[in-house]
């Protein structure tokens, strides 16, 4: 124990005995309580006492060693050190390593308040050697409370690394996980120090974000964005691999059979990507995977604040609003799926650089989306489509045909409306419990919207309105979009319809079609941290493989310097105090000089340049020594007929030279 140690005959053996009753009694006197106090080696440091006493111990618990108390050769002889089983710490005494380490700290204050704490040991490590982790790429997420600090502790882990080379995953964990988030913040994507040191180097204000707060939104994507294997490099993350197949259990075999077979084989031959764009598969395979993901993006803390989707996107968002439950939504997407693939396939799609205001649709053709200000699909009949693109030529108007099987959200849907609506109607269908924006209406979902078939009948058929999807969430406020789904197609948009707002909102994809993920996912990571999102990041690194941490270069503090102002004091030219003048004006002169055996005016001559050195006023003492000390005087009355005699010594300054002068004089003069 770390005793308080007061330090006196009253003190001592009352907290003696309190220690000796709680933790001393049952113990035998050959292993009895150790008890010390750092105040043998500093003194009493007032409020700061216990917190000395807990880095004491913590020391201790570390080197495994119990410091002696200083002057303890001779224990107090008011405590009963034999039969309350305690002892001083005489001795340097090595701490058992074979159970947990454990010190009680105690700190008194004068008052009465008492406060006892069990420090312990943490649970032992076996040295961390880094070699079974992973060396992948992770984000390393450093934060400061102002840009400058940032900087600075940057270049304090930079310094660290090169003096100390730690596992960099290691260190990207403990920076994640053991470290306070703070607004001014970085993420720089690294495998190993010198792809860290190459970030740092070329570290710019620009990219330092100052959020510490976000409002997401999450946008799921439609069909086009599949691709054979689009789930494999997911399949290393546990989460991902479990939700994937809870959601092929809810398909029929067959169907679950294929759907796996082209979300994990990788082939990318012709055949298998013609068979993967049939509706009744692309379809399916898309939600599945954007269910699988998003469940991974939850895991690590992901919490959006408003969903909405890309048309078949939007059956995902409301299966995660809770409008279908994951077994509905699995039978409502296959029974759509199959229905689409079913409507005639005569038609065709094309994508516009214009506003809707300015295009001119021939007979036959309907606007399917909004995709932007300047974006626009049209679909409908195969004839109409191609005259349409013949005149856009002419006007040189940017225009794409897109490789679609079917002319869909067009009059070609129209034939397959009455069978959907029997599906949805024979399903559960819930209100919303997250805030929803709908891409029929382009504005927030209202009560019973979602939960009528028609919604979803007409859902196919009438356009989608992404822009102003987009447009009500900027409206909202929100700061951060994030893209579910298998490739990157909706970002683009996202980012031409926040520029064309001048909104300082980010767009991240989770769309990560390539074959390094994890670099890409790393990288999300970190555009979410920057974006002000507080992810698990213990989640984050343990799908990752990585688990150890390591010591980190404390926080790079901006240190400012605050005095207290002293006014301006004039010279002390031999001032004496006012009080001490008044007290001299009081009192009988001849008295004094009969006691002091002068001539009174003898003595008012050798009191003449103390007078006169007092004719300015003394100066006021500063603010803080008004608050800290207050000046009393009592007045001591002189032994009169009684001589001085010895030697006095006189300690002055060259300022208060005449006052040491005068009284030179007068003891002279007493002592004769």
């Not at 082209?262 to 954007?290: G, M, S, Y």
């Not at 909405?308 to 799926?337: I, K, M």
Request: some cysteine; hydrophobic content about 45%.
């Amino acid at each position: 124990v770390e005793a308080h140690g007061t330090g006196t005959t009253l003190g001592d053996p009352i907290e003696a005995r309190a220690l000796s009753s709680t933790y001393g009694l049952e113990r035998s006197p050959e292993q009895p309580l150790l008890l010390g106090s750092i105040k043998s080696n500093y003194g009493h440091a007032q409020a700061a006492a216990g917190v000395l006493s807990i880095i004491k111990m913590a020391m201790a618990a570390k080197a495994g060693v119990v410091p002696r108390s200083l002057w303890s050769e001779e224990p107090t002889p008011h405590i009963d050190w034999r039969d309350s089983h305690i002892a001083l710490l005489e001795a340097n005494t090595a701490w058992p390593a074979n159970r947990t380490r454990r010190a009680g700290i105690s700190s008194f204050g004068i008052s009465g308040t008492n406060a006892h704490l069990i420090l312990e040991q943490p649970p032992l490590q076996q040295e961390l050697t880094g070699a079974d982790t992973p060396r992948v790429h992770v984000p390393v997420l450093i934060s400061g409370k102002t840009r400058e600090a940032l900087v600075a502790q940057t270049r304090r882990l930079e310094a660290a690394l090169l003096h100390d080379p730690s596992n960099l995953q290691q260190v990207a964990r403990s920076l994640a996980t053991t470290r306070t988030h703070f607004e001014q913040r970085v993420a720089l994507v690294a495998r190993d120090n010198d792809d860290l040191f190459a970030g740092i180097a070329g570290l710019h204000h620009d990219r330092i974000h100052g959020k510490s707060t976000a409002k997401i939104a999450v946008v799921f994507s439609g069909q086009g964005a599949q691709f054979p294997g689009m789930a494999a490099p997911f399949m290393a993350y546990a989460v991902f691999q479990t939700a994937l197949e809870e959601v092929l259990s809810h398909f029929h075999a067959s169907l679950a059979d294929t759907l796996r077979e082209l979300l994990l084989d990788t082939d990318q031959a012709p055949e298998r990507v013609a068979k993967l764009n049939l509706t009744a598969f692309a379809q399916p395979a898309i939600f599945a995977f954007e269910v699988a993901q998003m469940r991974l993006l939850e895991s690590w803390g992901l919490r959006p604040d408003i969903l909405f989707g890309h048309s078949l996107g939007e059956v995902t968002a409301a299966h995660f609003a809770g409008v279908f439950d994951l077994p509905a939504a699995c039978s409502f997407v296959a029974d759509r799926a199959r229905l689409m693939q079913g409507a005639p396939d005569t038609g065709a799609m094309l994508a516009v650089s214009a506003s809707v205001d300015a295009l001119e649709l021939p007979p036959g053709l309907s606007i399917a989306a909004v995709n932007g200000p300047s974006a626009v699909v049209v679909s409908g009949n195969q004839q109409a489509i191609d005259t349409l693109a013949e005149t856009l030529r002419q006007r040189e108007v940017r225009h794409k045909r897109l490789r679609v099987s079917h002319a869909f959200h067009s009059a070609d849907m129209e034939p397959v409306l009455p069978e959907l609506r029997e599906a949805v109607s024979a399903l559960a269908l819930n209100e919303p419990h997250a805030h929803i924006v709908s891409n029929v209406t382009g504005a927030d979902v209202v009560e019973g919207q979602l939960t009528d078939p028609d919604y979803w009948v007409g859902h196919v058929r009438r356009p989608v309105e992404f822009l102003r999807c987009a447009e009500v969430c900027l409206d909202h406020g929100v700061t951060l979009f994030v893209e579910i789904g298998p490739s990157p197609a909706l970002t683009p948009m996202l980012s031409d319809i926040v520029t064309a707002h001048e909104s300082p909102a980010q767009v991240s994809s989770a769309a990560l079609r390539g074959d390094d993920v994890q670099h890409k996912l790393a990288e999300l990571t970190g555009e979410l941290f920057t974006a002000g999102v507080a992810l698990d990041w213990a989640a984050v690194f343990d799908a990752m493989g990585i688990s150890e941490e390591v010591d980190l270069p404390t926080y790079a503090f901006q240190h400012k310097r605050y005095w207290l102002e002293e006014p301006a004091r004039a010279p002390a030219t031999g001032h004496l105090s006012a009080d001490l003048l008044q007290l001299a004006a009081r009192a009988d002169a001849d008295a004094l000089a009969r006691a002091l055996g002068l001539d009174a005016d003898d003595l008012a001559r050798m009191l003449e340049p103390v007078r006169r050195s007092q004719s300015s006023p003394a100066p006021r003492p500063s603010d803080l020594e008004d608050l800290l000390y207050e000046t009393t005087w009592v007045t001591a009355s002189p032994t009169l007929g009684r001589r001085p005699s010895g030697s006095y010594v006189l300690v002055t300054s060259a300022s208060s030279l005449a006052l040491a002068q005068a009284l030179q004089t007068l003891i002279r003069a007493s002592t004769g």
